[in-house]
């Protein structure tokens, strides 16, 4: 077995095994699995670690957190501070992307339980020569371990306990000088570790903080239905970027087969011009590794991710493993694909459903140690095209172990790349796929449209174990899904879902030009496709026209871009809002997020009814900030610039849709 | 470093890495932080194992649960179900005491995804040909592995698969006889098997059900302040056992010191006929391993036990690690315990009390190997001598990693021990001493008194990660502990505290001879000790003195012992009482439990009320048993023999607490 195919295992400390070791460390969070997976953060961020930590008896203990970059021999520390109930807490701060270890190291201090006891004993009045006596050994073993000045200090303490009087013993004994140079050369010689080393998976920026716009590069050419082209969409970039946007992801941008080929509206039958699904990957211009010739050129394609990137703009591609029938890898590596008795290749199908224009690939090929190179090297060749970010399409349906494999090599070589999940399955296996090591998953927010449906599936994103590895991504819409809430056409539901995916999660994204425009008609009622559909014919979108919520989106990416608030999507508190006495309007739903260093605080208030005007009395939370129910305070409107002067905790709020259905507010709270 | 002296780390499966093995086993349950601890179960007990189970894709899978005994080669195997939302369970009987293994093991069916695609391309009339073919080819390598009649049953399918008419093939395709032959050689050469092997601690009967009577053998003897002896005590075995006790704890029987001795109610000084605490432990006459000679000959404590096992009861003993001054091994271990500067013992402290009686062991000495050893022995010592229960004093002031060691190395050999953790302390500390090995634990029961904190207190025990490693075992009193809520003296409250740990809790145990009648005068207003404690003196008891409560605590114990659901803790649901419309009852408490055979199902009703009578609604929860609210049902009350006729859930109970403040119904519902 090439070693290069194993999947991660827990690494367990090699500590020598000592009875002596009485301090126990016994859970420490994050700890995804038993240590099986990495918790996940961000560049530059500060991770906490907690650990539930004690010792028997009534010794007093102390702790550290230690922690390296993946690869370093020696350990950083900082000191872990008890919380309660034995519950200890430190943190430190990432660098660049890459893998982190951590675990925590306790041990009993014996100065400091000495010390707990001689005060009491004083306090008591009972008799402490013999204790000033142990105090100096304690003392003069300390000052063997001390270097620099500290040995000498407490040399001089050991004098100080032993032969002077009671009064400047006790003095000497409690005082800050002894007590500070003790604490610089605690004895770790039988100090506990934590039996595992745990690992943190270090992210870029954009994994935590990113703002997607999804666009067909085909249905940006100059003319009516002549085929886009890669410099014709460099030339719409400057206007993603004014409107706020960091990231474009890009359907598949690669050849696109002829056998079975889908014509408009998902028919079975194309007519000679139509393009066909892009994610009908392959023909005889190549696969997975190639452009789609009416794209350009790969110098083209080139060309446009640095230009995206002089803008700020991250291009991120779509990676779908599957082929169309006329792939190059169906005659290349036919063992990748399962052939059917009658000598023809398995399509996809989920019965009764066919979908004959792709393949699917054969993960239980016995070839698969070159299957799994072969894709893996898909990702790498894009990456030395300067792509970073990768929306993967239908992860669910490929072996999760091919992931974790992936990924996991690809970010050993690419710390700074990014993977998106595009599984819309169930709970179990979105989590797994983060697990494996997604750094962002598509998500349930397009169905969740209710007050109580966004409460309780935040509250699971953010207050489960699920916060500390999976990073929620979310959409309003995509090519696929058009949601019945949209389907009214309300310009107001449009901005309204626009602003909860922007303010509710640090990464959001949309398919633009369709959000952009409130394009709102389905294929056929019930259904959530659109009519018309990009994904099978090329569109000219008029982006200027009437009606588009242009402005709106661009505040609002603006205003997400200068609240480090927004940056983030742990850090939400639901905030009460009542309709009247004791009963909390159903409409109108408020949540206030707070930047991790505490000077940024956004309280966004939605009224998720688009037809009528809604108003209620808002609780803001001033006990979170340590401030009385009482406090006056200002919010700052930032859609619009205004700023409120509110006294004390409950305030009146009224959103009009046809007005704007959303406020945003910079909370400006006395420090 | 000794082997012997090292901890358990979980057990990785050692499976060859193959990335077709496409299903994931996500999180089993039980697994006690990531498989470092065992989880515990009785012997003869069905084991119910989860685990999240799925695959990339739509294909079909299957699991089972692997188990064996430690040591076995083979894993046995049973196969597992899915739940909801990809969650399998499996159950398997476990039968002596000992370590058992379990893991899970999971495969894609191909027979079964094929078979299910068919189905639906038969309603949706769609041509399946080829997947006949297909079948036909699964069904060849099917009948490759098959064993016996099955190959040949199988190859004849593959016949009707492909040259019989459509019929004929559809029904073979979708026959029973198919699917079940081919259930019997699933392939299982990819499968996947969970990443870990799992422990499970398997404990002999009285771990899990057991009612304790702590008794003093000094006070029993025959004359007034003579000091009673084991000889004596064989004669009170009878009476015990006809209460229904079924383990006798004694407090320590080792020689006690004279140095530093306690007096009456823990004087400072002793007069010369003061017999002294017997957890000061040692002296002249031997310490741990020896009997004080006043109680009799080690071949008297012998005897004692053997009598106590033909009566169906076990000799719990008190092994407390702690020694007199005079203990021996001061002076043949001085290595074991701290010494001062002055070149006297350090005795046992926790600033400004000063237990002077008492030495403490030095656990981190750098003998521990010699230290270990020598106490790990004392356990073995008295194992040979036909103890297998033992009450551990103060374990968590003895290092955490010895108890691991030595429970988890003396269970090696003796697999039918039981520890009990005497430690009322801090929560995890609790938690940790259950998961390094402890059999039961004390609780926090004597303090948990009004029916809001018993509810929850018995639902942080039973519905926490705790079930699987802590079994409680609740005390309403001990020679230490006379809670305020007996100190009024009322017979009525002695009552309802031992209805609630013993119905509470299948594990329960008393202070006998003070609890049987109703001591209840503490040393001081607003202490804990009981006044004249049996701890410093020889106390006679006139056990049929008026008042007592013998008759009341023999029926619970003969009502436990004859119904199983008694004799679980983790089966509890609590049932709601109102005192009036939609107001829950303060006062009365309810709770059903249920054997796990369903056979058996007992009420219990209980008024924490000593005073006065109380009345409620009782709605019993007859959808937990699948029946409707209006089913007609009979409770027959344990205690009086009277049988009552209850219409539908909701009836009313009243309990006059001078009377009998508790009801114990078992409820005979239709089947």
Redesign the interface.
Known sequence: ?NPE???P??I?IDQ???????V?I??ISP?I????FPAKCIEGEAVTVEA?I?????DTIEAELLFRRRGDKEWSSVPMAALV??LWTGSFRVGAPGIYEYTVQAW?DHFLTWQ???K??I??G?DIG?DL??G??IVELGAARARGEDAGTLHHHVGLLTVGDRESAVEAALGEELAAAMLRCPDKS?ASMY??VLLLQVDQRKAGFSTWYEFFPRSWGGEPGRHGTFRECMAKLPRIAQMGFDVVYLPPIHPIGLTKRKGRNNSLVAMPDDPGSCWAIGGPDGGHTSVHPELGSMADFEAFVQEAESRGISVALDIAFQCSPDHPWVLEHPQWFRW???G?VQFA????KRYEDIL?ID????D??NL?SELRGVFLFWVGKGVKIFRVDNP???????WE?AIGTIRQMHPDTVFLAEAFT????MA?LAKAGYNQSYTYFTWRNSKQELQQYLSELTGTELVDFMRPNFWPNTPDILHEELQTGSRAKFIIRQVLAATLSSNYGMYGPAYELCEHVPVAPGKEEYIDSEKYEIKRWDLDRPGNIRAEITAVNRIRRENPALQQTRNITFVRIDAGANREHDQLMAYVKRSADGGNVILTVVNLDHRNTQGGWLRFPLELFGLPHTQAFTVEELLTGQSFHWNGEWNFVELNPNVMPAHIFRVILPS
Do not use: Y
């Open positions: 077995m195919f194993l999947l295992a827990p367990r020598p095994f000592d009875g002596r070791r009485r126990i016994d859970r700890e699995d038993g240590g099986r539930d004690f010792t028997d008896g009534a109930n034995d009993v707990k006891g001689l009491k004993k306090d008591a009972q013999i006596k142990i100096a050994t039988i039996e595992k059917r008795p009658d023809t199908e989920n019965p009764p699917p993960f239980e090929t016995k698969w140690q799994w669910h349906t490929k072996a999760f172990p091919f494999w169930r709970p179990k296996l797994r």
